[in-house]
């Protein structure tokens, strides 16, 4: 039923840019019925919804980060991408990529996550 | 900004019938899904709006939603359901995830 997989730095100072990839796998990021999704959880916390990314190049993000964050998809490399600019301590937390299906927004498919520590 | 209220924590004993709410304005007008988060996992989806419960998911789990309430029920709770639950819609062009409920059983 397919896989993601996020990848990217552990560690990023802070005032520098947080950069994180997700590849697909088991199916396409050209498939119009879902949209590709950022969603983060700082530890011991909650899920934040970040932001997404459809193939047809809409997207939308979570007004709290809004000028910061920055999504983007490759379908020719089967992937999509995270950069947020300007982290701080706060940013630090578990970032997922997961696929949502555009008519109902069910989160049907989630990557295992990879932990992001702002620190200098 | 739409708010979805979970309480923090729910304990039952095993056996017994857990019943996890979510709370939002008008919120039975729109689709609420329910994840599973197990410590150290990713969520999983255990159950959506229309009822549909992944493969492993057992149908002890199931959901109803009206007027501002929506409820994920979990019948005969078993220790192997002892996580984070948290409840998800989508409101004027953004998601929204309720605060998370612990489930802890007895």
């Known amino acids: 039923q397919g896989q993601l997989q996020e990848s990217g730095p552990g560690l990023v100072k802070p005032s520098h840019t947080l950069s994180v990839s997700c590849a697909v796998s088991?199916?396409?990021?050209?498939?119009?019925?879902?949209?590709w999704t950022w969603i983060r959880q700082s530890p011991g916390k909650g899920l934040e919804w970040l932001g997404y990314?459809?193939?047809?190049?809409?997207?939308s993000s979570n007004p709290s980060l809004r000028g910061r964050i920055t999504m983007s998809i490759d379908t020719s490399k089967n992937e999509f991408y995270l950069r947020l600019t300007s982290v701080t301590a706060a940013d630090s937390a578990m970032y997922f990529c997961?696929?949502?299906?555009?008519?109902?927004?069910?989160?049907?498919?989630w990557g295992q996550g990879i932990l992001v520590t702002v620190s200098s | 900004s739409y708010v979805l209220t979970q309480p923090p924590s729910v304990s039952v004993a095993p056996g017994e019938t857990a019943s996890l709410t979510c709370g939002g304005q008008?919120?039975?007008?729109?689709?609420v899904h329910w994840y599973q988060q197990k410590p150290g996992q990713a969520p999983v989806v255990v159950i959506s709006?229309?009822?549909y419960r992944p493969s492993g998911i057992p149908d002890r789990f199931s959901n109803s939603n009206s007027d501002n309430t929506a409820t994920l029920t979990v019948t005969g709770v078993e220790a192997g359901d002892e996580a984070d639950y948290y409840c998800?819609?989508?409101?004027?062009?953004?998601?929204?995830f309720g605060g998370g409920t612990k489930l802890t059983v007895l």
């Open positions: 997961a696929r949502e299906e555009v008519t109902t927004s069910l989160f049907d498919l």
């Open positions: 088991g199916g396409f990021t050209y498939d119009s019925s879902y949209y």
């Open positions: 990314i459809h193939s047809r190049g809409s997207s």
């Open positions: 008008n919120l039975g007008t729109k689709s």
């Open positions: 709006h229309h009822g």
């Open positions: 998800q819609v989508w409101d004027s062009a953004r998601v929204v």
